[in-house]
């Protein structure tokens, strides 16, 4: 009974100093989780606010750009469209060849000088843009091509107009119409 008494003084510090010990690591393994927890949410909350402001900047950098480009393209479709086309070019006595290829000329310059405004407009305005050139292109070509060369280009700009787009079917209008739905969608 004395070994078992001997025992027992040795083994109770044992066990209270352990259950101490377990108690106090418990309770630092919960002060430590909570700090954890608490640091990853300001972190989460720090790259949320992060994300925010850097959206804020691309919002306010590349609104103005795509308006912009927006009023770029009505610009380019209004100087491409065939009124307005034969309005700047067309001079005293010039023959259909001349015209033909000054107008081709225009078209081609400014609308190299706007492609990269289809970074900043939507595909579909884009791809309805091209059309409306290349159909500006093709009625100058198929109104030259009812003429001979050397005539004067006096005819030839009166068929480009009657002969051009109609009301129903102007693809210059379409993208116009494209446009400002982009608009709309995106600054409205």
């Not at 405004?117 to 791809?127: D, F, G, K, P, V």
């Not at 009657?162 to 102007?170: M, Q």
Request: proline share 3%; charged share 25%.
């Amino acid at each position: 009974m004395s070994d078992f008494i001997e025992l027992l003084k040795i083994l109770l510090p044992t066990i209270a100093t352990l259950v101490v010990v377990y108690v106090m690591i418990r309770e630092f393994t919960k002060q430590s989780t909570k700090q954890f927890d608490h640091l990853k949410n300001e972190q989460q909350l720090l790259i949320k606010k992060m994300e925010n402001e850097r959206a804020e900047t691309v919002l306010k950098t590349s609104m103005p750009i795509k308006f912009q480009a927006n009023e770029r393209m009505v610009l380019f479709l209004e100087r491409i469209n065939p009124p307005n086309l034969l309005t700047r070019v067309m001079k005293p006595k010039i023959n259909v060849r001349t015209l033909q290829t000054q107008l081709l000329a225009t078209i081609r310059d400014e609308y190299e000088h706007n492609m990269s405004q289809q970074l900043y407009i939507s595909n579909n305005t884009w791809e309805l843009v091209k059309t409306a050139k290349e159909d500006v292109v093709r009625l100058v070509n198929s109104s030259a091509a009812k003429f001979n060369s050397d005539e004067d280009a006096g005819k030839f700009a009166q068929d480009i107009i009657t002969d051009g787009f109609n009301n129903t079917n102007n693809p210059i209008e379409k993208a116009l119409n494209s446009l400002k739905d982009d608009i709309r969608e995106n600054f409205g």
